[in-house]
């Protein structure tokens, strides 16, 4: 299948047609990446399984319609984004609510709007959850968030199930608070969730957290706590590199993986929370050469797209493809840079290029996953357009 964004006949029409810098996605490329995600849950998951977008990933309202249609709950780590989903049509009953600062405001409405569950990430927020639902004479539903100390292989600045990051609890104060339950009168504890980072493509990682999700489970039924859902989060890496090669996600083996290796009641729910995995590929970064310039040492390619339109490099040394949508037989390397005023607005170093000249188009690959989302008006900058194909 040739996806619209793959093909650099229609990108050049279209850029014909729009200013740059700008976001263009493929809708086509997302619900066939939704249609396999829900295909390999049937096919590789002995369990009843709930996948909750993660909204944080790309909150378009086009693409989030289309994920809708598909049947995806939602993960929310702000009220703001809980408010966005339920203007967007989504049941409370399909949101989950993470992260490790939710404020007093957040959680009495998310209580009010009776979400599926609170993903809890310390002790003092069980008891605030706990203070603030019976203010509101409610009962508020948790899974308790494990810190599971593994190693998701993956980028420092994008982990966070080791012992040093700043999310969940040690396995051993969620058997202190088991022990001490009755002490929360409006806390139904449903679950357990775990999420250990984000673009995971070492899949034993995943053999690694099903054993241990596991042997947590085993433990608490031997406590006589029988729970009724685990989450396993996320996280499932994507190509940057080959993204035409690998436009959709390996959800198969992921699932496979994850299913071969829990050994828990078949009875369970299962809750995963993707959201690169669903959206990175269906998008593309769109810009126009500004300039070129030679140092001593360097080739420079000045793009009109900065650091402000796309942070995932500047933030943890991300790496897109890049291409100059143009037939040459001339390549040679160049530092692709921005516009912006920070040293740190850098794009790649190094990289081959079609040989660029002013005027130029360049597309950057896979950032249909915290691109525009990340974006802001730095140096005063207009905040880009997001077209939807």
């Not at 619209?4 to 066939?32: A, G, M, Q, R």
């Not at 949101?95 to 490790?100: E, L, Q, S, T, Y």
């Not at 896979?366 to 997001?386: F, H, S, W």
Request: net charge neutral; proline share 2%; with cysteine.
């Amino acid at each position: 299948m040739q996806y619209h964004i793959f093909n650099d006949d229609w990108l050049l029409d279209k850029l014909y047609k729009l200013d740059t810098p700008c976001y263009v996605y493929d809708s086509k490329l997302l619900e066939d990446n939704l249609a396999n995600l829900n295909l390999q849950i049937r096919n590789c998951l002995d369990y009843q399984a709930v996948v909750h977008y993660a909204l944080k990933a790309n909150d378009n309202q086009e693409l989030f319609t289309i994920i809708k249609k598909h049947n995806l709950g939602v993960d929310c780590v702000s009220g703001g984004e809980v408010e966005y989903a339920r203007r967007a049509g989504f049941s409370a009953s399909d949101i989950v609510f993470a992260g490790v600062g939710k404020t007093d405001n957040e959680i009495i409405q998310a209580l009010k709007q009776k979400i599926y569950c609170f993903n809890v990430e310390s002790q003092q927020e069980l008891e605030v959850i706990n203070q603030l639902a019976a203010q509101e004479g409610l009962i508020a539903s948790i899974m308790l968030r494990v810190n599971p100390d593994i190693d998701a292989k993956t980028h420092k600045s994008i982990s966070t199930g080791k012992y040093d990051n700043k999310f969940g609890m040690p396995f051993s104060q969620i058997i202190d608070i088991v022990n001490n339950l009755r002490n929360y009168l409006n806390i139904k504890l449903i679950g357990l969730h775990y999420h250990i980072g984000s673009q995971i493509c070492d899949l034993s990682v995943y053999k690694e957290l099903a054993l241990v999700v596991s042997k947590h489970y085993q433990k608490l039924e031997s406590y006589g706590v029988i729970l009724s859902d685990l989450n396993l989060g996320g996280g499932l890496g994507v190509n940057y590199s080959e993204p035409e090669i690998n436009p959709l996600s390996n959800f198969a083996d992921y699932f496979s993986i994850l299913n071969k290796n829990l050994t828990i009641n078949k009875n369970i729910i299962l809750h995963f929370e993707l959201g690169r995995s669903i959206v990175a590929q269906c998008g593309v970064l769109l810009s126009s050469v500004l300039y070129t310039k030679q140092t001593s040492h360097t080739k420079f390619v000045i793009l009109d797209a900065g650091m402000n339109d796309l942070m995932r490099p500047a933030l943890y040394n991300a790496s897109h493809k890049i291409k100059v949508l143009k037939q040459s037989d001339i390549y040679d390397y160049y530092d692709v840079v921005g516009p912006i005023c920070e040293s740190t607005d850098i794009f790649a170093k190094q990289v081959k290029l079609a040989s660029p000249v002013r005027g130029d188009k360049v597309v950057i690959y896979t950032t249909g996953a915290y691109g525009y989302v990340l974006a802001n008006t730095y140096n005063k900058r207009d905040k880009i357009r997001e077209y939807v194909y």
